[in-house]
């Protein structure tokens, strides 16, 4: 059965950071990463990682989030700095490999 498991979501203030992890079983993932849903906002990407290490984020948080990815633990990570109020989401984690399958989501609430 394959599985992604969100963690780290939280309560930050702003400014603060948090590091989010998704741990993946069941299957080897060709690429992970992240996507964010706001209330009310559509799912936007935030960034994703090859098995290899190449890297993409969204335009307008390069900088502030940083993606990795553990191999050997068939996990990802999203550590995210400077953190605001605008960034409060329900993060995703998603896989793919012959297909998309997501995490269950984590909320990060960003407080001013």
Same mark, same amino acid.
């Given at each position: 059965q394959v599985q992604l498991v969100e963690s780290g979501g939280g309560l @930050?203030? %702003?400014?603060?950071s948090l590091r989010l992890s998704c741990a993946a079983s069941g299957s080897i993932f060709s690429i992970m990463g992240?996507?964010?849903? %706001?209330?009310?906002?559509?799912?936007?990407l935030v960034a994703f990682i090859t098995r290899g290490g190449t890297t993409t984020y969204a335009d307008s948080l390069?900088?502030?989030? +940083?993606?990795s990815r553990d191999n050997a633990k068939n996990t990802v990570y999203l550590q995210m700095y400077s953190? +605001?109020?605008?960034d409060t989401a329900v993060y995703y984690c998603y896989g793919d490999f012959f297909g998309r399958r997501w995490?269950?989501?984590?909320? @990060?609430? @960003?407080?001013?």
């Open positions: @930050v203030q %702003a400014g603060g992240w996507y964010r849903q %706001a209330t009310g906002k559509p799912r936007e390069t900088g502030r989030f +940083t993606i953190l +605001t109020p605008e995490g269950q989501g984590t909320q @990060v609430t @960003v407080s001013s």
